[in-house]
């Protein structure tokens, strides 16, 4: 059995959809300007889904700490990814080209470092190899969110929108469909060797 209850999880994300909208749109919340608030929210909603969703009960402090420290690294993921594309990137490189890169770097080292968080504080179980499928699916997303952003520009999809809730919701979905499906796929080959 797994140490999450996975549909406890998605039900957790399905609520922060609505959160985020109300933190966007809601005149009682006010419209997001800060961008770096928005990404501490976006962060530690996925991390509190993680860890309301642990079947095991104990260890209170740990969940709080471990919600905080999910917050704050996703304010810093973003500047991680600036500065692997300012390294990696040559100085004549497209503009329009480099944005797609930067969310590509930034969530593949975001989603690795929180995968690595996960392992260690909570899924001990996780195989190795799902690590491949997180960072895949997450970079993915991000990547095609950024490269369709001129598209939702020009549909008229407000910023809010495009920049804001699309990637954070298509980035948690990413990320907990993969670890959900690498777990249950890890699971069942254990139920079929015996080990």
């Known amino acids: 059995m797994s140490e999450l209850n996975w549909t406890r999880h998605f039900l957790y994300l399905s609520l922060g959809i609505l959160l985020l909208a109300c933190l966007a749109y809601s005149p009682i919340f006010g ?33 709080l700490l471990f919600v905080v420290l999910v917050g704050l690294w996703s304010l810093l993921v973003p500047w991680v990814g600036l500065l692997l594309a300012g390294t990696l990137l040559p100085r004549d490189f497209p503009s329009g080209a ?16 929180y995968w690595l968080l996960i392992r260690w504080w909570w899924l001990p179980s996780l195989s ?31 910023s809010d929108i495009s920049v804001h809730l699309l990637p954070s919701v298509l980035w948690w979905f990413a990320f907990s469909g993969a670890l959900c ?3 249950r796929i890890a699971t069942r080959a254990c139920l079929l060797t015996g080990s």
């Open 31 to 63: 419209r997001i300007g800060d961008w770096f608030g928005y990404l501490f929210v976006a962060g530690a909603w996925h991390a509190s889904a993680i860890v309301l969703a642990l079947r095991q009960s104990d260890r209170r402090a740990l969940r």
């Open 98 to 113: 480099a944005l797609p890169i930067v969310f590509g770097l930034s969530s593949a080292t975001g989603a690795a470092s």
């Open 128 to 158: 190795g190899g799902s690590i491949f499928w997180v960072v895949a699916s997450c970079t993915l997303v991000s990547v095609l969110i950024a490269a369709a952003q001129p598209a939702l520009k020009g549909f008229g999809v407000p």
């Open 181 to 183: 499906l690498s777990q």
